[in-house]
Structures are given as C-alpha cells and as structure tokens.
C-alpha cells in the first residue's frame, strides 16, 4: 500500500509541473509577441550576460562562507572546498524538490555528517541560521521594494494586494522557522505529530527507538542554536557573507537587463526577484518562476517583450547553468563519500 502512495506522489508532483509549464508556454502564445522576444534576444550582449555566470558562481561562494562561518562558530572545522562543494549540492535538491525551502537545509546536514561523522545537532543549527539569516534579508528586501513601488508608481490594488500577500507569507514563514528554532516544545510537538501520522499509514511500526534519536539530535539542534544566539559577535562575519551574496545573486538580473541594453529601476528589481524568491521559501517553487517574472515586470511598465527576454535569460543562470554544476557536484560528493566509506 505504501509503495504504491509514492509513485502517485510523483504524479501529482509531475503534473502540477507540467500544467505550470502549459501555463507559461500559453501566456507567451497569448500574451507576448514572438517575433519581437527573438530581436530582443539576438541583440544580448554575450559579453555582459557572460558576467552573470560569473557573479552567481561569486554569490555560492559566499553562500558556503556563511555555513563555513556559522560551522566554525560552534567548533565544526570544514575547509572551504567542502563546504562550497555542499552547498552546490543543497542548490541542486532545493531547485528539484518541491518542499516548504527546507530540502538544501537536509541535503547539507545529512551529507557533512555521513563526510565528517559530525554531531547532526550542529550542522543542522548552522544550516537553519543560514536560513534565518537569507529569509530575514528577503524579508527585509521585499518589505523596502514594496514601500518605494508604492512611493513612485500607481499600483494596481491587486497587484499591491498581490506582494502584500506574498510579503505576509514570508513574514509567516520566517516567524514559523523562528519560532520552531528557538521553542524546544515546538519541535517535540511537531515530532510527535509525525509519529502519529507515519503510525497511520504503518500499523506495525514501533516508533520507540526512531523517536528516542530523533529527539537526542532535536535536542543537540537547540542547544547549539542557542549557542548561536548566545555570541552575536561570532554572527558578524556570516552576516557580511550573508549580505555580500544577496547583493551578488540580486545583481544577476540587473546584469541580464544590461546585456539586453534596458535601464531597469532598482526597486522593480527588488520586487521580482524577492518574490520569486518568496516562492521558493514558502514552498510554491512548482509556481513557475518566469511566469510570476515577466507577469510582474510588465505590470511595473516593462515592456511585455523584454521583460519575457529577461526572465528567460535569467534562468537561464540561477535554474539551468545551477543545475547543471549542482548536479556535477552531488555526484563528486556521492563518489567521495562512497570512497570513504570502502
């Protein structure tokens, strides 16, 4: 019985990704002139687009600063390459697997503790700060872009209802992830209502001993979080890498309107790229981003035509250029971990 609920998870998964694909796929027949997306595109600067990739990879290195940091802050040694190399792989599972923002979070704790045989209570405290730290900076960034969309343009009431909603999704999201981190009663009860729904679907289960270590590892998470919490000063040096790679991977769509030769203004910016962001972290990664980019662009007075080019250029970096490194990455940490364990 159990077997055959998981290939109908993955249908409904695949099919929810295919109509989304359908809808972008009718919103161009529709809604944006092919022929003038294909001039738009034959006149990219290959040699400023070609800047973006570069500037992505700069944002992942950054990325692996901030875990490497927040590693280091609870007595976790990881070299660079390692943790650049996890962090890779923490972008391929978070691009592929629909979830509520949590997959690169897992992928990177369970892949340092089978590497280094580390507490998983510390590699998980530093993947979930890293997280908290990125969400409060979406969260902080979508707040300032809506305040100037709202300064300078006269926004439709759905479209400021719209960002709203998303905005409060996120502030949900952040407090949840806050409030889980910090209330050791929280996750007990959250383990607890697992328990009860896997016992559900398997009758015989004796739940006594996954139970027992789940809440030992649950137990070393809270500690060394709040460990964290208890040194501002060793959060200092992540929250520079933090900010540093959020500049970095927000510059990647400013740099795909320069090579498409269109002036784009700061907040618009701000706006797409949080909120696709904010899709992603709420779990709606299914939703397709281009769609959400080009609907948006062009309801903040960017030309339909353009702002499709954009989106497509755009992904190009942070969708398929990720995950084809990410994928190269999982299997090099695959072969290494096999390696050491033979």
């Not at 027949?29 to 022929?35: C, K, S």
């Amino acid at each position: 019985m159990e077997l055959a609920k998981k290939p109908l998870q993955s249908k409904a998964i695949i099919a929810v990704l295919i109509a989304g694909l359908a809808v972008f796929i009718l919103y161009f027949l529709f809604f944006i002139d092919p022929r003038q997306v294909v001039e738009t595109l034959a006149q990219t600067n290959l040699t400023i687009y070609s800047a973006a990739f570069i500037t992505y990879m700069l944002y992942t290195v950054c990325s692996a600063m901030v875990w490497r940091s927040l590693l280091g802050s609870l007595a976790v040694k990881i070299t660079t390459s390692k943790a650049f190399l996890y962090t890779w792989v923490g972008l391929f599972f978070e691009a592929m697997v629909p979830q509520l923002g949590l997959s690169a979070e897992v992928s990177k704790t369970y892949l340092l503790t089978k590497d280094t045989k580390t507490e998983t209570g510390k590699v998980g405290a530093a993947a979930v700060g890293q997280k908290i730290l990125s969400m409060t900076l979406t969260v902080t960034t979508l707040s300032v872009g809506l305040g100037l969309l709202l300064f300078r343009y006269a926004l439709k009431v759905e479209m400021a209802l719209l960002i709203g909603v998303i905005l409060g999704l996120m502030i949900l999201a952040l407090s949840s992830v806050y409030y889980v981190s910090f209330r050791p009663s929280a996750t007990k009860t959250l383990l607890r209502w697992a328990v009860k729904v896997a016992r559900v679907f398997r009758k015989n289960w004796n739940p006594q001993k996954f139970q027992t270590k789940a809440e030992e590892v649950l137990n070393g998470f809270h500690i060394n979080i709040a460990q964290l919490k208890a040194n501002p000063k060793a959060l200092i040096a992540p929250a520079v890498y933090g900010i540093t790679g959020f500049i970095l991977e927000v510059s990647v769509l400013f740099i795909t309107f320069a090579a498409l030769g269109q002036p784009v203004p700061v907040d618009v910016v701000l706006i797409v790229f949080t909120l696709t962001g904010t899709l992603q972290v709420v779990g709606a990664a299914f939703i397709i981003p281009e769609l959400v980019m080009t609907v948006t662009l062009s309801a903040l007075s960017i030309d339909p035509a353009v702002a499709f080019s954009a989106a497509l250029l755009c992904r190009g970096v942070n969708l398929w250029f990720r995950l084809v490194v990410s994928c190269g990455a999982l299997q090099w940490a695959g072969i290494k971990i096999i390696h050491q364990a033979t």
